[in-house]
């Protein structure tokens, strides 16, 4: 035989010194959820090693993943229901409690980059993305509350500001509301391939965001007149086109594991850096299956992140942050 490919798998040494593809803690954006109050870690259940914290449990989890050499973390705010209305005005009030959080974390570490969410659903009574009139989510209404939120955001020390609503226009709508306001230095992340997923179930159970259908088609049920079709790619060419001219600053793909085509075509056409979010239920279904016994967790953790930076994403959005660096880094 002249060519054995088992020669370049010999060893650890030469695997090593041959592998593609490298994941390291500086990849890897952290996502917490946030709540009102003192004293709160409140664990969820289908999110397990996953918290809703309030500002001073929040400080010192900051502090230790900042250690472990993490950087960038997301914030997902969970909102009381008497401050949900059908336009979420709360989302960008002067006593919000996410926006306290955000500048209080950036007094105390500058260092971090700090990325938001924006989208109407954890502020509305609806639980969706947009402002819901007779059935229908409506678009251009929601991008002057979306900008607004933004701002808010902007102004509370957010570096990132991450559009997840997938409403028409809405990234060149932030930019711009952004920059009137002499934000220019603030980044977009888009989430410009978002996917009408089954896997955002957790998620939606730690916000208790899910959309409020009442049976009738007064609230639709789903998210399948924004989120995309699970069937299409060439859809999430054409977002990623407008994105790029609307000003986005870095693509994301969502969820990553049952699109990891999408992540590579992504990548594939743009020169901007993209983003997977490894999302609430691709995180439960391997923890589920770790918890079982059925799976290894140290092995199929860091396969299931490695496989999503292959496909083409620079960073990874992912509830595996923290074990990641606690388990692996230091080994990398
Ligand atoms: C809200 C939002 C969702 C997620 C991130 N931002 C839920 C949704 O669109 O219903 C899901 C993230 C996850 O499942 O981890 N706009």
């Not at 028409?168 to 603030?186: C, K, N, P, S």
């Not at 059925?294 to 960073?315: C, H, K, N």
Request: proline share 5%; with cysteine.
């Amino acid at each position: 035989m002249l060519q054995r490919p088992r020669r370049n798998r010999k060893s650890s040494a030469v695997r090593k010194m041959i592998a593609e593809t490298r994941l390291g803690v500086n990849n890897l954006i952290y996502p917490l959820f946030v709540v009102d109050g003192k004293g709160i870690q409140q664990e969820i259940n289908s999110l397990p090693g996953n918290f809703r914290w309030s500002l001073d449990k929040l400080l010192p989890e900051v502090e230790q993943c900042l250690k472990l050499g993490l950087s960038t973390f997301v914030l997902f705010p969970k909102v009381n229901d008497e401050l949900k209305d059908k336009t979420g005005t709360y989302s960008y009030s002067e006593d919000n409690f996410y926006l306290k959080i955000a500048q209080t974390l950036k007094k105390e570490f500058p260092q971090i980059n700090l990325m938001s969410d924006v989208a109407l659903d954890p502020y509305s009574v609806d639980g969706h993305d947009g402002v819901v009139r007779n059935g229908k989510v409506v678009n251009d209404e929601t991008l002057e509350i979306l900008a607004k939120m933004s701002v808010a955001q902007a102004n509370s020390g957010f570096d990132i500001i991450g559009p997840s609503d997938m409403m028409d226009g809405r990234v060149m709508t932030i930019r711009e509301a952004l920059d009137d306001h002499d934000f220019t230095e603030v980044s977009i992340m888009s989430y410009t391939a978002k996917y009408a997923s089954a896997y955002y179930g957790p998620f939606r159970d730690a916000l208790d965001s899910a959309p409020k259908t009442d049976g009738t088609e007064e609230i639709p049920k789903d998210k399948k007149r924004y989120q995309m079709d699970p069937a299409n790619v060439k859809e999430a060419i054409r977002e990623a086109y407008l994105d790029e001219t609307e000003g986005a600053d870095f693509l994301m793909v969502k969820p990553a594991l049952c699109y990891l085509d999408v992540i590579k075509t992504l990548s594939d056409i743009t020169t901007l850096p993209i983003t997977a979010y490894n999302v609430s239920g691709e995180y439960a279904m391997l923890m589920a299956a770790c918890e079982k016994g059925w799976l290894d967790f140290e092995t199929a953790m860091p396969e299931m992140l490695l496989s999503i930076r292959r496909a083409g994403a620079t960073a990874i959005l992912t509830y595996f942050a923290k074990a990641y660096a606690e388990k692996f880094d230091s080994k990398n």
